[in-house]
């Protein structure tokens, strides 16, 4: 099977099993597609995800990106005994009130942990690290957050990423400007901050210092804050533009949060979702687990991606530093285990 020479496009779709179907390789191929989320369902053992990313990296040129929610605690879609089961990140913060440079150190080594065994199958970047600030609100977030101090979250934050750009993973921060106060969860329900913008200013601080450490991405929230913008963040000129680009001078690719989830619905069909989330700024969609919905956008979607958008997506491309069957003999790895293990 030959290479296709072709583009990056704006939107990333998903797939049904373990291995490519002929439908699925059809629609892989149609120049409005960027890429492929995986889900737990896409992993049946270390070597089939390995067979399967590789199938979907050989279609094009340049590869098309392969993403996962591997965040670590509730939300890491492979697990033992093929990946590390990693901690939730508020042990990070629970560790960092006790000593603030072991905390330091474990999150550059889970970063690295992470990034180094999804790039050794061939995954290129998973939608990490979150950087919402834990205010005890939020059931969603919860203990995925770092830490209720919007300052301490950066720090660990800022190590984090440091371990994902060691392993050769870009970063995505996420949920610009922050989901840590409001209460619903958006895959379920529109969600609301009503605080007012100075209240928002402190959550905006860790993603302010992952720009200043050249985050390569930003996942803007599915969260209405009133104060600022009728419109959810991510369907916001407002967020995106003013704030995000403007103000924090981000240069970063911008992914929207999925096209299907509860909260977006109520802006209209996919198609039309879709338009106003490019129209407000963002770089790269996400139309996930409605096949039926993604083909219908990828027919309809007649937008050029713009030279900047396309150099953007590409830094998102994994750049993998080791083999599979050589991670596991690496000290960096065992010494990523042990705090794992200390985390535990």
Partial sequence: ?????????????????????????????????AGVVLFSRNFESREQLASLCRQIHALREPRLLIAVDHEGGRVQRFRQPDFVHLPPMARLGALHALNPMQADEAARRLGWLMAAELLAVGVDFSFAPVVDVDHGRSEVIGDRSFHGDPNTVARLAENFLAGMHAAGMAGVAKHF?????????????????????????????PFEALIRHHVEGIMPAHVVYPKVDRLPAGFSRVWLQEILRGRLGYEGVIISDDLNMAAAAALGDLHRRAELALEA??????????????????????RPVSPVSHARMIALHGHPRFRTDRLHRLPEWRQACDWVEKLA
């Avoid at 496009?9 to 179907?21: E, F, H, R, S």
């Avoid at 922050?178 to 958006?186: E, P, Q």
């Avoid at 700024?281 to 007649?302: S, T, V, W, Y």
């Fill in 1 to 33: 099977m030959s290479v296709r020479a072709m583009p990056l496009g704006q939107v990333m779709v998903d797939l049904a099993g373990t291995a490519l179907t002929p439908e699925e390789r059809e629609r892989l191929l149609h120049p409005q597609v």
């Fill in 177 to 205: 400007p922050g989901h840590g106060w409001a209460r619903a969860d958006t895959h379920l329900a529109v969600a609301e901050d009503p605080r007012p913008p100075a209240a928002l200013e402190a959550d905006m601080v």
């Fill in 281 to 302: 700024g963002c770089d790269l969609l996400l139309a996930l687990n409605d096949p039926e919905g993604a083909a219908r956008l990828l027919q309809r979607l007649d």
